[in-house]
Nanobody, 120 residues
């Protein structure tokens, strides 16, 4: 089994920054895609950013403010969030897609989420 866990959420003032981390554990052969999503009580879960093979993709609302990166040796993804706005407040989830070791079965695993609140 593969597990992923987010960390780094919290309360930040508008204009501030936060860095989220997502670490994976378990029987992992390779992680192909690491992604960050967010969801509020009134909005559907939306893609924030994703990274694969050195390429990245961002949601329109975060382009130029958020940066996704990954450390393959640590099986960890990061989301640097700058110039935060109140509307960025949400539960942030990471999602990993890859291949398990041993069985070489594909996996598609979500974390439990971390709360980000942007408020003065």
């Amino acid at each position: 089994q593969v597990h992923v866990a987010e960390s780094g959420g919290g309360l930040v003032q508008p204009g501030g920054s936060l860095r989220l981390s997502c670490a994976a554990s378990g029987s992992i052969f390779i992680v192909n895609v690491m992604g960050w999503y967010r969801q509020t009580p009134v909005n559907e879960r939306e893609l924030v950013a994703s990274i694969w093979d050195g390429s990245t993709n961002y949601g329109d609302s975060v382009k130029g403010r958020f940066t996704i990166s990954r450390d393959n040796s640590k099986k960890t993804a990061y989301l640097q969030m700058n110039s935060l706005k109140p509307e960025d407040g949400a539960v942030y989830y990471c999602k990993y897609q890859g291949v398990e070791s041993g069985t070489f079965s594909p996996f598609d695993t979500w974390g439990q989420g971390t709360q980000v609140t942007v408020s003065s």
